[in-house]
T-cell receptor, first 117, second 113 residues
Framework: AQKVTQAQTEISVVEKEDVTLDCVYE???????LFWYKQPPSGELVFLIR??????QNEISGRYSWNFQKSTSSFNFTITASQVVDSAVYFC??????????????FGTGTRLLVSP | KAGVTQTPRYLIKTRGQQVTLSCSPI?????VSWYQQTPGQGLQFLFE???????NKGNFPGRFSGRQFSNSRSEMNVSTLELGDSALYLC????????????FGEGSRLTVL
């Protein structure tokens, strides 16, 4: 069965600090996809990144970076020089390949990030 | 371009009633999926529609149903409401089923009294 674990319920940092959000997943499939979404107070989930199981390259996008390690089943997300606007709940999610498409995601419980000025 | 639009944004119902929630996907998007978000269970997949056909269904009772129209708009219905159905219901759309990027609406917050 698929499972995504985000052990950090809430993280508080001061602006400009770096912060890493952890994500550990479980799946029996060899082909799968991992996602990160951001949920600001307004409620909608905002897509941040998708990674497939064959691509372990780390990715950097501005202040955001992702570290995917199959050996430890982890897909961690780092925000460098955090800003108040980064305050939100962040969700890690998993989707297995096959005919299920990318719509059926299994989400972690989320990590609430609070960045104070 | 307009995002995913969900109506109503807030609603209050009583136990035993039924409710219909609406979702208008981004123009051109053909896949619509629904998720339930609660503090206790988190985000859970309800179902997915593509080309007016249900393609996937989550582990929810038959009281939860949905449909998709020819213009890709979707509705979900919950009958015989229970207190535990109180949740934020999120709709998401994507161009196709395998694009990997879901665009979510702001949700419909249902309170069951």
């Amino acid at each position: 069965a698929q499972k995504v674990t985000q052990a950090q319920t809430e993280i508080s940092v001061v602006e400009k600090e770096d912060v890493t959000l952890d994500c550990v997943y479980e799946t029996r499939d060899t082909t799968y996809y991992l996602f990160w979404y951001k949920q600001p107070p307004s409620g909608e989930l905002v897509f941040l990144i998708r990674r497939n199981s064959f691509d372990e390259q780390n990715e950097i996008s501005g202040r955001y970076s992702w570290n995917f390690q199959k050996s430890t089943s982890s897909f961690n997300f780092t925000i460098t020089a955090s800003q108040v606007v980064d305050s939100a709940v962040y969700f890690c999610a998993l989707s297995e390949a096959g005919n299920t498409g990318f719509q059926k995601l299994v989400f972690g419980t989320g990590t609430r990030l609070l960045v104070s000025p | 371009k307009a995002g995913v639009t969900q109506t109503p944004r807030y609603l209050i119902k009583t136990r035993g009633q039924q409710v219909t929630l609406s979702c208008s996907p981004i123009s051109g998007h053909r896949s619509v999926s629904w998720y339930q978000q609660t503090p206790g269970q988190g985000l859970q997949f309800l179902f997915e529609y593509f080309s007016e056909t249900q393609r996937n269904k989550g582990n929810f009772p038959g009281r939860f149903s949905g449909r998709q129209f020819s213009n890709s708009r979707s509705e979900m219905n919950v009958s015989t409401l229970e207190l535990g159905d109180s949740a934020l219901y999120l709709c998401a759309s994507s161009l196709e089923r395998y694009t990997g990027e879901l665009f979510f609406g702001e949700g419909s917050r249902l309170t069951v009294l």
